[in-house]
């Protein structure tokens, strides 16, 4: 198990580095110069020169990734300022270090995540394991109708959709916010509630869908089978031992949709105006904010791949033939 695990996150640092130095290699792919940007209309030779200097791209691209790299770790100066690790780089059009950028809206997007996921775990699953049991009746039917139809609803429309009946007109809820959980919990609550639902909605119905279609092949495999011969009850074969064996297809789709969400829920922050890691991802790429366009991206793919690893331990914790292997 542990030298397993020791390759697993040799892999992943692995393929972190070979994305940070694809993404670094982007910075150099934009047809504008990145210092004239920063330096706004009003720019002068020498503080185009000093920005120039400051941004460290004065210097051979392998110096400049080097620094890049080992400022993550061991941090780095920005100029003749000190940037400590994890060092992302300096924003010059918002006037601040990158990384207090993404900790400031780090906050937002872990709200978002934190309620969604809640709701489709709890909902998604539930609902392919009700649907599953009940194979071939109204509840199935109900089930795998709303699958459908939930995969194929966009999150913008049924935001715009749901804000206006449920809030503008009906005032059944307050209108969608971020407010800081440490400031007013309630508050935090009742303005990311639309949001969680809207977003929760069409992942319910993908992992209604994928609860479904696991559970019933569980239940046809030859383990199952011998727990029915035994004369197990059915309720426990059906959730000590079918729903361990289709947990597999579950997690490893959980895995990937909490690194993306966790790298900015883009679609559902913008269409609810949260200041998260998703709107900080939007802005970027309108200000043409190299610096930070870099950080979210390489934030994000941390995430994706950080959550791969987990998945794979889990593979290991929920299947014994994975650590044999």
């Not at 070979?18 to 210092?35: E, Y």
Request: proline share 6%.
């Amino acid at each position: 198990m542990a030298s397993y695990l020791v390759r697993r996150i040799l892999s992943a640092a692995a393929i972190l580095l070979i994305i940070t130095g694809v993404t670094f290699l982007l910075f150099f792919q934009v047809p504008r110069d990145p210092a004239r940007m920063a330096c706004g209309q009003l720019c002068t030779p020498e503080s185009l020169a000093v920005i120039r200097h400051n941004m460290g791209i004065d210097q051979p691209v392998l110096v400049q990734f080097s620094q890049y790299v080992s400022g993550i770790f061991v941090g780095r100066n920005i100029g003749d300022t000190p940037c400590p690790a994890p060092c992302l780089g300096y924003s010059y059009v918002n006037q601040q270090p990158v990384l207090d950028l993404i900790a400031a809206k780090f906050p937002a997007t872990l709200s978002v995540v934190v309620g969604v996921v809640a709701i489709f775990l709890t909902v998604g699953v539930g609902a392919g394991m009700l649907a599953a049991w009940r194979r071939g009746t109204w509840i199935d039917k109900v089930v795998s109708a709303f699958a459908l139809v939930g995969a194929a609803v966009q999150i913008y429309w049924l935001g715009i959709v749901a804000t206006y009946l449920l809030v503008d007109q009906s005032q059944l809820l307050p209108r969608p916010q971020y407010v800081p959980f440490v400031e007013d919990p309630a508050g935090w609550f009742g303005g990311l509630i639309l949001p969680w639902a809207v977003c929760a909605i069409i992942y319910i119905a993908t992992y209604s869908r994928y609860t479904r279609s696991s559970m019933i092949d569980t239940l046809g495999e030859e383990f199952v089978r011998t727990a029915r011969a035994k004369g197990l009850p059915q309720r426990i074969v059906f959730f000590k031992y079918a729903f361990r064996g289709a947990l597999t297809p579950i997690v490893t789709l959980l895995g990937l949709d909490l690194g993306v969400l966790l790298g900015g829920a883009l679609i559902t922050e913008t269409t609810f105006n949260i200041p998260g890691m998703g709107q900080l991802a939007v802005k970027s790429v309108t200000e043409q904010d190299l610096p930070s366009m870099m950080a979210v991206t390489l934030v994000a793919a941390t995430a994706l791949v950080l959550f791969t690893v987990v998945v794979d331990i889990a593979y290991a914790l929920i299947d014994p033939r994975v650590r044999a292997s």
